[in-house]
């Protein structure tokens, strides 16, 4: 097999996983990696086998495109056609004239550098969850929506007995219906969007019958397990001393303040709070890939503006798994023809295409309802911690932008530190940007992950000499 062209795939989520069924069936030999231990991506997500869950898909829906997706790699790693490197974490991705080098580190602490070598490169490193602060919301017992979806999947706990579930996005939804549904006494499902935004857009939301259908799903759900929501509201304050003990929520008027005198307090002993997602984009603006605003920009057989590498799936935008399953199909299709010199025929995935159009349509739609309130600064307290690797709080960042001019997320980087820890500010820099009153622009990391000194010194010195192809 080693004649075939080797495609690189970075991410094994649904767009990964798709990307590598359809390039490994069409002649190309695929090197799958990824950090995670298990293939499935956060969509797929399943508990340690370690674990013996007995009936995993119960905390699923699609099942069915799992196991096909599943099966398919392992026929294709069967076969000798494709690899799945697991625990891989990609700091970097190395251009050379019609070659790539994918640097990974391995190992709990991820300080063993491993290289593989490839003809191209697919992205499909999916994305991460935006949460904005409020007071209260470093207290242990509040965690992001995703990361309680993320701990019952793959652990199958929850992280307490009352939970409110808050902040605004359709994920939301599977998050509050999973914790009901694992025993967890849901208090309410706290949504600061509009009702009126989604009458407003009811032709483009009601023309995806399958989604609404999904929709009503949760809806019966949440009434099953009697959650009380409350849309147009928001959590204001987390309380508690050593952990959290109880939220405050208020209601928004039609520009977004709180209404006045409409603060209730709830007790819970879990909050779990998203305020939509952004696109993984580190590795492709490395390679020098355009990005249109925050979403890597491809073109109709999902080419990046770079020759010889291909994005798929929520890294080119947010829309959800199927579209990334159809935006991975075409990605793989396309890599597959080109890397064996043919110009690609796109009837040969018209159904995927179409499929694409109509999720993108449906994203776009979803995506002008689903908001934050549009003053949630303004319930931001000056000794709110902001960034919390670094510890600062929005007192220091707002100094920076009234007394020293501050107006963009770099410059209150460069005068609070606000960004410069651990995460690189892929928790902060949407806050600091509200904060500031500024766009949020892509932040330009040198490298997706965190890198020992002793691994760039071994790279410099011996560019390839642990590599693997
Ligand atoms: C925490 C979380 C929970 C979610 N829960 C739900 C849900 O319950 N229901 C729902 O409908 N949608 C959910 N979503 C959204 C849904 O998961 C996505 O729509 C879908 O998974 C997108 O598929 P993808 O293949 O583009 O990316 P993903 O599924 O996110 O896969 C990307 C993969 O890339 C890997 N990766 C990224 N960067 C690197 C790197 N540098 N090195 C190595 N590997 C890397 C990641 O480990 C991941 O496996 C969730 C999203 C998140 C972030």
């Known amino acids: ?106 190992g709990p602490e991820q300080e063993d550098p491993v290289a593989v070598h490839a003809d191209a490169v697919l992205l499909a490193t999916g994305g991460y969850e935006k949460v904005l602060p409020f007071p209260g919301w470093t207290l242990p017992g509040v ?14 706990a929850v992280s ?56 009503a799903r949760y809806a019966a759900q949440l009434a099953r397990h009697r959650v009380r929501t409350l849309a147009r509201h928001t959590v204001v304050e987390g309380h508690g001393t050593e952990r959290l003990e109880a939220v405050t929520v208020a209601a928004l008027d039609g520009a977004g303040h709180i209404r006045p005198g409409t603060g209730r307090r709830i007790p819970c002993d ?45 890294t080119t935008g947010i829309g959800g798994s199927a579209l990334a ?7 793989g299709r396309s890599a597959a023809a080109r890397l064996r010199g043919r110009a690609p025929d796109p009837r040969e995935w018209a159904a995927a295409a179409r499929t694409r159009t109509r999720l993108r349509e449906f994203a776009a739609a979803l995506d002008s309802v689903y908001a934050p309130p549009a003053h949630w600064t303004e319930q931001v307290t000056d000794d709110t911690v902001v960034c919390r690797c670094e510890e600062v709080t929005a ?18 980087k460069l005068l609070t530190r606000a960004g410069m820890g651990w995460c690189q ?13 500024c766009e949020l622009t892509p932040s330009r990391r040198p490298f997706a992950r965190p890198v020992p000194l002793g691994v760039l010194a071994h790279e410099h010195t011996h560019p390839t000499e642990r590599g693997s192809s």
């Open 1 to 106: 097999m080693t004649d075939r062209p080797h495609l690189a795939v970075i991410g094994a989520g649904p767009a990964g996983l798709a990307a590598t069924v359809a390039a490994a069936a069409h002649g190309v030999r695929v090197t799958l990696l990824d950090s995670a231990a298990q293939a499935g991506g956060q969509f797929y997500r399943r508990p340690a086998a370690e674990l013996r869950a007995h009936r995993p898909q119960a905390l699923h829906h699609d099942w069915r495109t799992w196991e096909r997706l599943r099966d398919g790699l392992d026929t294709h790693v069967k076969a000798g056609t494709a690899r799945h490197l697991t625990d891989h974490h990609i700091w970097f991705v190395e251009r050379h004239p019609g070659r790539f080098t994918v640097h990974a580190l391995l």
């Open 160 to 215: 307490g007995r009352i939970a409110v579930v808050a902040g605004t996005g359709p994920l939301l939804l599977p998050v509050a219906t999973g914790l009901a549904a694992a025993g967890v006494e849901v208090a309410a499902l706290v949504e600061s969007a509009d009702p009126k935004a989604f009458v407003r857009r009811t032709l483009a939301l009601a023309a995806q019958p399958g989604k609404l259908a999904e929709g």
């Open 395 to 412: 007192g220091a960042v707002r100094e920076a932008v009234a007394e020293l001019g501050a107006g963009d997320v770099r410059t209150a």
């Open 325 to 331: 399953l159809a935006e991975g199909h075409i990605a």
């Open 270 to 314: 879990t909050l779990a709070v998203g305020h939509g997602m952004l696109p993984h984009t580190d590795l492709a603006e490395t390679l020098g890939c355009r990005l249109d605003a925050m979403d890597v920009h491809v073109d109709d057989e999902q080419r990046t503006d770079v020759s010889g590498v291909w994005a798929a799936g929520e």
């Open 143 to 156: 965690v992001t929506a995703g990361g309680a979806q993320a701990m019952l999947k793959g652990t199958l």
């Open 425 to 437: 500010g892929r928790m902060c820099a949407p806050a600091v940007a509200g904060l500031a009153g």
